[in-house]
């Protein structure tokens, strides 16, 4: 089931590129990604409340809470530049760029984690690092 919705999320992921450079067009990229927050927002909290999961936000734990915020800056940080980059590049060139966060992932994984570093996982890394270079030269 993971994998269903890891796949909805790159495809989600893909029309937001979309979606987002069409719409940042003549957009303050700052204000462009401001818009896109809410909205996201808006549909987090909708998706807390359809699902009655809101009595669960007194049982998050103080590490839970202060990860959970680093996570939200980290988000933040990384729409800011993605959006601006979007705006000032081509999105076939930004988006590639953007997916190295799957090779940056891993590193971290396995360091932080403790998370398995296969052979698979360091051709995997290596493949996407290429494919990026070569997409964006």
Known sequence: MWFLFALGSAVFA???????KVGIEGVNSNLATAVRTAV??????GMVFITDAQGGISEISRKSWIFLVLSGLATG???LCYYHALQIG???KVVPVDKLSVV???????????EKFTTK????????A????????
Do not use: D, K
């Open 14 to 20: 893909a029309l937001t590129s979309i979606l987002a």
């Open 40 to 45: 996201v927002l808006v549909m987090a909290w």
């Open 77 to 79: 940080a990384s729409w």
């Open 90 to 92: 081509e999105a076939s």
């Open 104 to 114: 940056l992932t891993l590193i971290l994984a396995f360091v932080f984690l403790h």
């Open 121 to 128: 996982s360091l051709i995997g890394c290596a493949l996407i």
């Open 130 to 137: 290429a494919g990026t270079v070569l997409m964006v030269i």
